[in-house]
């Protein structure tokens, strides 16, 4: 058989690799990315930056997600067109966007504050697909605000376990020989910390702490029997779009959910 044929075979037949994985989610994933992108951006978004100091300085988060919401603006148009940009991308059904925009505004406000809570995605549509608009909208607010105080939470916040710039829980840990670097699941802000263990309740021994690798997606997912949280931990290196990260991991937090465990 000639050496392009032999070739071209193994390349049909192999699985592929991490790398090829994450740039055909990033290429499925553009519609969603560009919409974040432009609101990230361009949707105002006020932030008392002294008021966000003397609330670091105090142990606090640099602010109050759910009063940001509340302040955000009609974030109708926004949400409508991140159902739109599902579908663009292939990921909603036509129908199941016509729902979602019927949605009105006070149900993505609900939504939103729903996604910040922590509670899990819903199973069914249109709900979940709502759901998930909502989420884009509410975290690229978020993103913009925390990139608004990002020099006032870069230091003194080492012994933080939530986020200093929104006070939501971590989802991604890092560990590396410079320390542990944490990754906020709403705002996406990252800090350094001190905190080893569960962020929780700070067990780190087995069988409290249980590993659960995922070589696949070059992920462990360490989940705490003591008090029911779960954290996403790194551990192959590549991976700095947290769109596509959290498409990558999105099976392991329903494995997480299905245990009953929370960020
Ligand atoms: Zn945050
Ligand atoms: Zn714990």
Redesign the pocket.
Known sequence: MPIAEVLLTSIAVRAPSLREVRTGLAELLRPVAVLRAELSAGWPVEVDTALARRRVKAGRPAFDALELLQGAGDLHRPFQRAAEAFELAGLATADQVWSARTQPLATVMMLGASWLAGEPLPRLEPRRLSQRAAAVVVGAVLSSAAGKVRTTVRSGTEDRSACPACGCSPEFSIVGPSGRMLTCARCDTRWRTVRKG?L??G?HDSPTVARIPSPDVGYDLVV?N??G?YMKERTRRGGSDLLVERALTSQLDAAAERRGLRL
């Open positions: 569960c929780g309740c067990a705490c003591g008090c949280r």
